[in-house]
């Protein structure tokens, strides 16, 4: 008897053994050829088709996929170049969530086979990121529509960050790079509430927007507090010119106790735009009709 029973743990075991030997072997890079044949020859002719089979090996609607057979099918559907851009967008809201950002990044690598203009899938593709990917996926796609300068994409970058606040810095980091003072009112916000690391990132995105954008930064340089109007202060210096002149003059004359290195700074470019402004002027005068 006691013989019998402790055989009894190792007969239970069994079942789960042979279960264990006749589970399905990961594909070999033949196998996931083979796959990536089959779905193409099975979808016909037609661009489209193909590119949607190749999405559901790669990403596969019930979440689970071979990794073999997922990546030679990624491989397969990058390599479509702009022929599978549409597809890849409209992938980006359908496959499951925790395939999006790899979605996002076959997109972007599409694009060393684009041959002059971009598809016009291209830049909604990586929109559809913003309103519908997982966090990674959207830090993708903030980083190529920086790149892209994709103006149209402002308003689903604040709001990702809205929904996110952890991406926050990015997503400001991303208005700043695509240059549109349309987003002046939100950095602003931020600039004068955030905390002290995001109103940094505001500051340098409002300087490097230039133009109206740099009214909060003029504003802020007023302001009583004073890690506020110095960080705004450092931001604007690299950008300023004459129309900030007064500002820099103003901020000096206000306050005389604050970091003396940067009210250097400040002095140093007052001075660099007299000088430019001198040379304008005598420009501007030698260019000016002369009566004989």
Same mark, same amino acid.
């Given at each position: 008897m006691r013989r019998f029973t402790a055989l009894v743990p190792a007969l239970a075991a069994l079942p789960l053994l042979c279960a264990a030997s006749h589970a399905p072997a990961p594909a070999t890079r033949i196998d996931a050829d083979n796959a990536v044949r089959a779905?193409?020859?099975?979808?016909?002719?037609?661009?489209?088709?193909?590119?949607?089979?190749?999405?559901?090996l790669a990403w596969p609607p019930d979440g689970q996929r071979d990794p073999a057979v997922g990546a030679r099918a990624r491989q397969e559907i990058v390599g479509f170049g702009p022929n599978g851009i549409g597809a890849l967008g409209d992938a980006v809201v359908t496959v499951p969530p925790k395939y999006r950002a790899e979605v996002v990044a076959s997109i972007i690598e599409a694009r060393q086979y684009f041959v002059?203009?971009?598809?016009?899938?291209?830049?909604p593709a990586l929109e559809s990121a913003l309103w519908f990917g997982t966090r990674d996926a959207k830090l993708l796609a903030f980083d190529?529509?920086?790149?892209?300068?994709?103006?149209?994409?402002?308003?689903?970058v604040m709001d990702s960050a809205v929904e996110d606040p952890? @991406?926050?810095? #990015? !997503?400001? $980091?991303?208005?700043?790079?695509i240059g549109d003072?349309?987003?002046r009112f939100f950095l602003a916000e931020h600039l004068n509430k955030g905390t002290p690391a995001v109103r940094e990132h505001a500051a340098g995105?409002?300087?490097? @927007?230039?133009? #109206? !954008?740099? $009214?909060?930064l003029r504003a802020a340089i007023r302001s009583d507090n004073r890690e506020l109007r110095e960080m705004s202060v450092r931001a604007l210096l690299p950008v300023a010119n004459?129309?900030?002149?007064?500002?820099?003059?103003?901020?000096?004359?206000?306050?005389?106790?604050?970091?003396p290195a940067l009210l250097a700074s400040v002095r140093d470019t007052t001075q660099q735009l007299e000088r430019l402004l001198e040379v304008k002027r005598q420009a501007d005068a030698a260019d000016a009709p002369h009566d004989f």
């Open positions: 779905a193409l020859a099975a979808a016909g002719t037609t661009t489209k088709l193909q590119a949607e089979a190749l999405i559901r002059g203009p971009f598809p016009p899938e291209y830049v190529e529509l920086a790149r892209m300068r994709d103006a149209g994409a402002c308003l689903a952890e @991406i926050l810095p #990015r !997503a400001i $980091d991303t208005l700043g790079a003072d349309r987003a995105a409002l300087a490097r @927007i230039q133009g #109206r !954008a740099l $009214d909060p004459e129309d900030q002149l007064g500002d820099l003059y103003e901020y000096a004359a206000a306050r005389p106790g604050d970091d």
